[in-house]
């Protein structure tokens, strides 16, 4: 039997409005109230993944900034992986976000996130955890202490960062897409599979025992590490096409991931409208 739930949130857990179904809430309480061990993997800081873990009412592990930080139910910090402070310098300056301007920088921090202008149509993604930005000048921040760099506009321009990271960095860095708008910076050795390597070694789980469920580029060694993965229907045509062995379920404007959880522990829809 499934012991341990892994899931992503915007694509997946999350509907449409990125806020969490009344449907989906009581699902997930049901089976954590039965034992099960939920893991939430997303590339959300952990701030504001906490609000969304108050909402749904449960103690899970949560994997943030698409695995650079993991903090256990109690809210302690048990795994940290940071870029270098140099790296972060210089992956704020124009040669790599563009001289045009166009793209917004944000630096993920222990305990905040950081932004290079005001963008207030950002915050409707965090409607139900409330968490918001502080603008500063990231141009000089010692680099310190940063999770992820985020970079979010046009697709066209995104690609060219992507193209100035490869060649100022190579294979030092994990890049990956979490929308098309927003690309995501780590350092080499995160994402969210490994995170969920070190989640179940503290839970003295095999990976045969685990479920995931993901939508997105940056789910790919999620889905891949657990031994029973689930793609979203709504999922970037890419995932689909890196990952044509995982079977797809509903959508996340449907509440999905409950639906397929409740066929996978033999609970009756008996809350479905």
């Known amino acids: 039997m499934y012991q341990v739930i892994a899931t992503d949130l915007d694509g997946t857990l999350l509907n449409s409005e990125h806020q969490l ?42 994997v943030t900034s698409n695995g650079a930080r993991v903090h256990a139910p109690d809210d302690t910090m048990v795994h940290a992986q940071s870029l270098p402070c140099e790296t972060v310098r210089r ?51 010692d680099g310190s202490d940063i ?36 690309l995501e910076v780590m350092t080499s050795t995160v994402s969210k599979g490994r995170a969920l390597q070190f989640v179940l070694g503290q839970l003295g789980f095999d990976a045969s025992k685990c479920v995931a469920f993901g939508d997105n580029m940056n789910d790919i060694d999620l889905l891949e590490t657990a031994g029973h993965p ?7 045509p890419d995932l689909i096409a890196r990952l044509p062995h995982v079977p797809r379920i509903g959508n996340n404007f449907e509440a999905g991931v409950a639906h397929q959880l409740r066929k996978l522990f033999s609970i009756a829809d008996e809350l479905a409208c």
């Open 147 to 182: 999770a992820k760099v985020l970079y979010i506009g046009a697709p066209a321009d995104l690609e060219q960062i992507a193209a100035n990271l490869e060649r100022e960095f190579g294979s030092a860095l994990y890049v990956t897409y979490s929308l098309p708008d927003c």
């Open 230 to 236: 689930f793609m979203m229907s709504n999922a970037n």
């Open 21 to 62: 179904d009344p449907f989906t809430i009581a699902t997930v309480r049901r089976l954590a109230s039965a034992g099960v061990h939920f893991v939430v993997a997303t590339g959300r800081h952990f701030r504001d993944v906490a609000g969304i873990r108050d909402l749904l009412g449960i103690r899970p592990y949560l």
């Open 91 to 141: 992956l704020v300056r124009p040669e790599i976000t563009g001289a045009h301007g166009r793209v917004i920088v944000n630096l993920f921090a222990n305990d905040a996130w950081l932004i290079d202008r005001h963008a207030p149509h950002l915050l409707a993604l965090h409607r139900d955890s409330g968490f918001c930005y502080d603008v500063a000048d990231l141009h000089g921040h």
